[in-house]
T-cell receptor, first 116, second 109 residues
Framework: GAVVSQHPSRVICKSGTSVKIECRSLDFQATTMFWYRQFPKQSLMLMATSNEGSKATYEQGVEKDKFLINHASLTLSTLTVTSAHPEDSSFYIC????????????FGPGTRLTVL | GQNIDQPTEMTATEGAIVQINCTYQTSGFNGLFWYQQHAGEAPTFLSYNVLDGLEEKGRFSSFLSRSKGYSYLLLKELQMKDSASYLCAASDSNYQLIWGAGTKLIIKP
């Protein structure tokens, strides 16, 4: 149990376009979902925390107008990278928690974004 | 401020034992997690400690001392597939995870 999926796993796009990444909890209702970014050889950096039906809470330095997060249901959150630039190329990972998981985060497999 | 420290890289021999240390400073504390991350993949959960002491799970064990702000991950009977990064993360008073930079473990035959 406690499986989280992400789609797509890899995406290559041109500079200036927008990319949407989906994160789904497959067998549980996620009270909270997290979006992380990870640059090569670096640790996970929390971008934002989202709760179903409310606005996401963004970490300092993360542009909310550039990284749009929509948490429309208890099983789906989306991250849209708007007007992507090469410096946005990174590994994006989502995670989810549910009330009884004693705050253990279950991670999706990640999405590798490459902006040309 | 909140801070997690762990060694950047460690090397060990197949079949041996290795201990990866982690020290933390957080605003409040709701537990310490260890995750394993292979290159290009998402982290996978290894262990969770919230009380002092040693938790053993197969070849992996994790220890916590809350008074010292210290944890370690012990890996026994190392296998080549254990080559990965090991991430230490502390849960603060808001249940947010504060991540260490990860320890890259290199296993040699």
């Amino acid at each position: 149990g406690a499986v989280v999926s992400q789609h797509p796993s890899r995406v290559i796009c041109k500079s200036g376009t927008s990319v949407k990444i989906e994160c789904r909890s497959l067998d549980f209702q996620a009270t909270t979902m997290f979006w992380y970014r990870q640059f090569p050889k670096q640790s996970l950096m929390l971008m934002a925390t989202s709760n179903e039906g409310s606005k996401a809470t963004y970490e300092q330095g993360v542009e909310k107008d550039k990284f749009l997060i929509n948490h429309a249901s208890l099983t789906l959150s989306t991250l849209t990278v708007t007007s992507a630039h090469p410096e946005d190329s990174s590994f994006y990972i989502c995670s989810a928690i549910w009330e009884s998981s004693y705050n253990e985060q279950f991670f999706g497999p990640g999405t590798r974004l490459t902006v040309l | 401020g909140q801070n997690i420290d762990q060694p950047t890289e460690m090397t060990a021999t197949e079949g041996a034992i290795v201990q990866i240390n982690c020290t933390y400073q957080t605003s409040g504390f709701n537990g310490l997690f260890w995750y394993q991350q292979h290159a290009g993949e998402a982290p996978t959960f290894l262990s969770y400690n919230v009380l002092d002491g040693l938790e053993e799970k197969g070849r992996f064990s994790s220890f916590l001392s809350r008074s010292k702000g210290y944890s370690y991950l012990l890996l026994k009977e190392l296998q080549m597939k254990d080559s990965a990064s090991y991430l230490c993360a502390a849960s603060d008073s808001n249940y947010q995870l504060i991540w260490g930079a990860g320890t890259k473990l290199i296993i040699k035959p």
